[in-house]
Every structure is written in structure tokens, then in C-alpha cells.
């Protein structure tokens, strides 16, 4: 079962059941890249990435069809640059604080409840801007990850039932090594494409 980390990542990633314990690019310096930064749609879906500090962004997801309430979560996020691949990491990254959205009772304005939580379990995408300015945001398959972990490539686990779920625990330095490779980004395969609207 996936764990239950936020609504905007199972919409990210379309339920991967894949993370990794280290983000990936830890092994070096990052500059985060502000070029993600704005507010992208893919049908009713929009993402507002918005920049936080120095080197993460607050990622708020809005879903719903007009006329309803729609779901609505926020959570942090890096960016990562690892060879020429670069790769967004959703989830707890730098502190033990997950941004969960509740609705207030008169369903008005929502405000941010903070949440401790005991894992440092992180959700990657890997992620590229197009020539027309589209955001395309690809999600770790399963089935290769597992694959990966079972032969050896990646340090980690994978369960037998399905869908497999998959830790990926390999060090940071190893970890980027082999997704700055063409076996890393082999591991993408279900992207989404979002269009910049402000």
C-alpha cells in the first residue's frame, strides 16, 4: 500500500509506489531551479510551485472539477541536477515537517496544518521543460525499480506482492551516479505534461 504522504504526490507521481531515502542530488551542491517556479495545468489539475527559501519550493496541488471542492495539498520540494538529468523530490526533504492542507469548517479558506513524521521518505521525479515551456514530469515505474534493487544496481528493497513497493536506500554519491546514467532515467517511464499559465 502506498504510504500516505499527501494528495499532490500521488498525483505527481500516478500512485508510484517507488522512493528513495537520500534526495537525489545530495552529493553535490544544487542550485534550485527557479525555471519550474509558476502555476502549470493539465486538464483540471494545476501546480503551483512556488520558491521558499534558498533551496526548496512549496508545491501546492489543486484537483477538482468546476462547482465542487476540489483536493487540494501542499508539500516541499528540491530540484537536482545530476548529469544532464534533472529530477524534482517531493516529500520531507530538509526537516521533519510534511505541509498538509485541511478545509476549514465554513469550506472557505484552507489553512496549513504541519505534520511530524518518522520517515525521511522522498518521491522523485525526473522533469524537463520543453521548447514551447511545457513541464514534463515523469514518475519511477515499479517494476524497474524493483528490478534494479534485485540485481543489484540499487541498494534498497522491493516486496513480491503487487504492485510492488520499492525503498531505494543506495548513498547519495551512488544513488547520482546511477541516475546521471542512461539505467537512471530508464527508470521513468509514465510522464505527465503540464502547461504554464502564469
Given at each position: 500500500m502506498i504510504p500516505r504522504l499527501s494528495l499532490v504526490v500521488a498525483a505527481l507521481l500516478c500512485a508510484s509506489c517507488t522512493t528513495t531515502k537520500y534526495p537525489i542530488g545530495a552529493s553535490t551542491p544544487q542550485t534550485p531551479d527557479l525555471t519550474i517556479a509558476g502555476t502549470w495545468q493539465a486538464s483540471s489539475q494545476f501546480?503551483?510551485?512556488?520558491?521558499?527559501?534558498?533551496?526548496?519550493?512549496?508545491?501546492?496541488?489543486?484537483?477538482?472539477?468546476?462547482?465542487?471542492?476540489?483536493?487540494?495539498?501542499?508539500?516541499?520540494?528540491?530540484?537536482?541536477?545530476?548529469g544532464t538529468n534533472r529530477f524534482l523530490n517531493v516529500g520531507r526533504v530538509s526537516d521533519d515537517l510534511l505541509h498538509s492542507v485541511v478545509w476549514l469548517d465554513d469550506d472557505t479558506l484552507?489553512?496549513?496544518?504541519?505534520?511530524?513524521?518518522?520517515?525521511?521518505?522522498?518521491?522523485?521525479?525526473?522533469?524537463?521543460?520543453?521548447?514551447?515551456?511545457?513541464?514534463?514530469?515523469?514518475?519511477?515505474?515499479?517494476?524497474?525499480?524493483a528490478a534494479a534493487v534485485r540485481s543489484g544496481q540499487l541498494a534498497g528493497t522491493a516486496t513480491n506482492e503487487k504492485p510492488v513497493t520499492v525503498h531505494i536506500?543506495?548513498?547519495?554519491?551512488?544513488?547520482?551516479?546511477?541516475?546521471?546514467?542512461p539505467s537512471g532515467t530508464a527508470l521513468f517511464k509514465g510522464c505527465w505534461t503540464w502547461h504554464k499559465i502564469h
Open positions: 501546480l503551483h510551485i512556488i520558491p521558499e527559501d534558498k533551496d526548496r519550493f512549496v508545491v501546492a496541488y489543486i484537483n477538482g472539477p468546476p462547482g465542487e471542492r476540489p483536493e487540494l495539498d501542499v508539500v516541499q520540494a528540491t530540484t537536482a541536477l545530476v484552507p489553512e496549513i496544518e504541519k505534520k511530524h513524521t518518522a520517515n525521511a521518505e522522498l518521491w522523485p521525479l525526473l522533469y524537463r521543460l520543453s521548447a514551447e515551456n511545457k513541464l514534463i514530469t515523469c514518475f519511477i515505474d515499479n517494476d524497474a525499480a536506500d543506495a548513498e547519495p554519491a551512488v544513488l547520482d551516479q546511477f541516475m546521471a546514467s
